[in-house]
């Protein structure tokens, strides 16, 4: 890259340095002989972004590296802001460190990021999953000595169904709802969640309304090739027709008066929390399906057997659990503390 690039230092920038490719700052997750963030929670001159969720990728950064696919869904949601694209598997050196963005299978661009320097690779994972999603690339295990992995169902006994069991289930429960005259309406995270939805279901049920907090990332899906079913705005939505609808909503769109127009309605989650009763009790929903962007137990374990790596660090989930079986597995196991978390999504949802 030239120096002209806001990625790929001049030659002379280059140098060795023996310490830990990536360590924990403040700002988040830092790489010190390359001088850039990953994902970084406070404002940076240079944030390379694993995905879009908003507690990875967030506004006022001064440059941003991430996937070319994923440039349409930052910029819906970001705005204007000064991004590098990298297309999956190229390379960008900078400062003598060797970048390159590889499938997470998470959302729409996700990407692990794999940093290289003097004979060391490092590979922080973001969010991901291993199942497969025909909505975004499928996670690519990459082969490293230290390996960043997320836990957020980081225990045993989170294991996923199928996606054609748990697409069965919500179909089933629409027809249901819909042969009721009763509007089927699914709570779900507006970007990742919504899109997987929509490619998912059996659209000749009925029409599927998304809410207008979705509308912008689906434009980004269908212009990054993803083939989705058309939508139909909830103010556009023909009477007649409100009792054979899904509705995917934004969680926070629940509590409010959007959801009046729809009348009598059953309500459902589609979450990886939906695994555990409880959570559909909380939430107050009819229905709960356990549906998620992120790997569950045999998926971690999996993903991270693949990467050869000895030494694992544990970010946001079930931390010491993970980190506890995988020092039993004869791993060196530790934890980096940070600000992500599926948390953090949803209360961005609320702020929509």
């Known amino acids: 890259m030239g120096a002209d690039r806001p990625w790929g ?17 403040p700002e988040g997750l830092y790489c010190p002989p390359g001088d850039f963030y990953i994902d970084p929670w406070r404002r940076v001159e240079r944030a390379v972004i694993t995905h879009a969720h908003a507690d990875h990728a967030r506004a006022g950064h001064g440059h941003y590296l991430a996937t070319a696919v994923s440039e349409g869904v930052l910029r819906a949601r970001l705005g204007n802001i000064t991004l590098q694209p990298l297309a999956y598997g190229d390379v960008v050196e900078h400062r003598g460190v060797r970048i390159s963005l590889h499938p997470a299978g998470h959302v729409l661009g996700s990407a692990q990021v794999r940093v290289e320097q003097a004979g060391r690779v490092w590979v922080a994972s973001g969010d991901y999953k291993v199942a497969p999603d025909p909505t975004c690339a ?15 169902f980081g225990l045993p006994i989170y294991r996923w169904q199928t996606d054609a069991q748990v697409f069965a289930e919500i179909n089933a429960w629409w027809a249901q709802n819909a042969a009721l005259g009763r509007a089927s309406v699914l709570a779900c995270y507006s970007f990742g969640k919504a899109q997987r939805l929509l490619a998912g279901v059996d659209a000749s049920i009925g029409p599927i309304v998304c809410h207008a907090a979705a509308e912008p990332i689906n434009r980004a899906y269908r212009e990054a090739g993803v083939a989705l079913p058309d939508t139909t705005p909830a103010t556009s939505l ?4 409100v009792g054979r609808a899904l509705v995917l909503c934004p969680p926070a769109a629940m509590a409010g008066t959007w959801l009046r127009r729809f009348g009598d309605h059953s309500d459902a989650f589609a979450s990886g929390w939906m695994r555990l009763r409880g959570g559909r009790r909380r939430g107050g929903f009819d229905r709960g399906f356990a549906l998620s962007d992120h790997a ?8 991270i057997g693949a990467t050869g790596a000895q030494r694992v660090i544990v970010t946001h989930g079930s931390v010491p659990v993970m980190v506890r079986h995988l020092t039993e597995q004869g791993l060196q196991a530790e934890a980096f503390e940070t600000q992500y978390g599926d948390t953090q999504e949803a209360a961005a949802e609320a702020s929509v």
């Open 9 to 25: 230092g001049p030659a002379a920038d280059r140098f060795v340095d023996v310490q830990d490719l990536i360590v924990q700052r």
């Open 296 to 303: 569950d137990w045999p998926g971690l374990m999996s993903a």
């Open 138 to 152: 499928a996670f690519e295990p990459v082969r490293c000595d230290v390996f960043i992995t997320e836990s957020t």
């Open 238 to 241: 023909d009477k007649s027709a």
